[in-house]
């Protein structure tokens, strides 16, 4: 009886190993079928461009410039500065600044231009022959053929550094055109920062998103320290013209998740197979490899192992499928994407504002979701830069507002219900309180308390518990 148990216990075993060889020897046989090319959607926008109206090559021009007589850095050129690193014209160490600007006057008039053209039009991808200069690393790699992959994940997208660098010696020509008088040059230099925002969106990828809110945060920054400075350097046209600029910056604020989600889907049909139905089945060895290269940032697969194989049959219990993953991505990024509607103070009110998930903290192997997981983390609360940003705004349009009163009866006003823009926390209209030069405009911020315009560098930060306001006139350094 007891052999004969044994004897059976052995055969389900034996099959059971036979079954789970089958197994990884089937998934093995498993293949990608790249379908879509997820690159030439990040660059439909910008090859659409008519090479005429093209600004890159000029936006190129003026990055090789910088690159070759950058920013000049206090730091480096004092071995222990006794001041700050300079902001106004009159600040200790600023002269420098004004010999930079000076070698760069060419170089901000090609800016200007540049902006003013309807699209930028750099298809991202394989670094061209005439902008190595710009992108001399990424174009040193691929001529090494280190750069060839296809995957989404590789895309590089090198040339936002070159438009920041463009908005601070906009910026900087900016404040010394202001501290000299001369309205229509910092005029001009303002709007080319905004325009040059709204290029930088050509590509419907987070960080474009990320670093044209920080273009724009910087032309907003640089207006409101130029008011502060100088209140009355503009006419009430050019004033205008601010108001109508910052009007429709507000329409491209949107911070959008296409570039993420062609991120995923490309991960997806390479990592599963396609059954011509929108689903399919882990293949273990590319997705190992994808993962990879995902949590290192670099190219891993000459690194060929079949052991991931091995554990196919347990992937394939335990893990999504192509389709499951896909729906949850889909669902978790609507539930984010709804968050859009709400206000900073809307947000805050709410028991649980964004989403948690129990599953964060387990293992690729343990994890069904695992890849959705490693991606969306740092989703939710990027939609939070879209809230200050405009925040920034009404902030600024809420000083002009100020400034044209005062210009139109002699007195501040005091209160901003005529602004027409809302406290983004409290819902009400921005506060105004006695300044040393002129008015404090502010936020009551995120503890929606009025603390009569005191500075605090954490009052604008969703959860902030820290006491103060939301500075907006005059900026804080």
């Not at 936002?160 to 660098?165: D, E, G, P, Q, V």
């Not at 902030?395 to 100020?402: K, M, S």
């Not at 501040?412 to 105004?432: C, K």
Request: proline fraction near 5%; include cysteine; hydrophobic fraction near 40%.
């Amino acid at each position: 009886m007891l052999k004969k148990s044994i004897i059976t216990m052995g055969f389900c075993l034996g099959l059971i190993i036979l079954i789970y060889g089958v197994w990884v020897f089937v998934a093995v046989q498993r293949t990608a079928t790249i379908t879509v090319d997820y690159k030439a959607k990040i660059n439909e926008v910008a090859a659409a461009i008519p090479q005429d109206d093209r600004a890159w090559p000029l936006y190129r021009e003026a990055s090789i410039a910088l690159r070759l007589d950058p920013e000049p850095n206090i730091y480096q050129i004092y071995d222990d500065p006794s001041f700050d690193e300079p902001t106004w014209p009159t600040h200790e160490g600023w002269s420098h600044y004004d010999s930079w600007i000076g070698s760069h006057q060419e170089t901000i008039a090609i800016i200007r231009k540049a902006s003013k053209m309807p699209g930028s039009g750099l298809v991202l991808g394989s670094v061209a022959e005439e902008d190595s200069e710009v992108f001399p690393n990424q174009y040193a790699e691929e001529q090494a053929g280190t750069e060839t992959d296809d995957f989404l994940f590789s895309l590089m997208m090198p040339q936002l550094s070159h438009y920041r660098a463009m908005g601070r010696v906009l910026a900087t020509d900016a404040k010394i055109a202001a501290h000299q008088g001369d309205a229509s040059v910092c005029l001009e230099d303002i709007q080319t920062i905004f325009r040059m925002a709204k290029h930088v969106r050509e590509h419907p990828v987070l960080i474009s998103d990320l670093v044209s809110h920080s273009l724009m945060n910087l032309g907003i920054y640089t207006t409101s320290a130029i008011l502060s400075h100088e209140p009355f350097l503009f006419d009430d046209e050019s004033l205008k013209a601010i108001v109508r600029d910052l009007q429709s910056l507000k329409e491209v604020t949107d911070i959008r998740f296409d570039g993420e989600r062609y991120l995923v889907l490309d991960l997806l049909q390479r990592m599963y197979t396609d059954d011509g139905n929108g689903d399919g089945s882990l293949i273990p060895i590319e997705a190992s490899q994808s993962l990879m290269y995902l949590q290192t940032a670099a190219n891993s697969y000459e690194e060929f192992s079949y052991m991931p194989a091995l554990f196919a049959p347990i992937a394939d219990i335990v893990h999504a499928s192509r389709k499951e993953l896909r729906d949850e991505y889909d669902s978790r990024l609507s539930v984010i994407e709804s968050k859009k509607q709400y206000s900073l103070g809307e947000l805050a009110a709410m028991k649980e504002p964004f989403p948690k998930y129990d599953d964060l903290g387990d293992s690729f192997i343990f994890n069904k979701n695992f890849l959705i997981d490693l991606l969306m983390p740092a989703l939710d609360r990027v939609i939070l830069q879209s809230m200050y940003t405009i925040g920034n705004i009404d902030g600024l349009l809420a000083t002009i507002y100020a400034i044209e009163s005062y210009q139109a009866s002699g007195a501040w006003p005091t209160t901003l219900e005529g602004a027409n823009v809302r406290d983004s926390w409290s819902g009400e209209s921005l506060r105004i309180a006695t300044g040393e030069r002129h008015p404090i405009i502010y936020s009551v911020g995120a503890n929606l308390e009025d603390d009569a315009g005191m500075y605090n560098r954490h009052a604008h930060v969703f959860g902030s518990d820290k006491g103060g306001d939301w500075i907006f006139w005059p900026p804080q350094e």
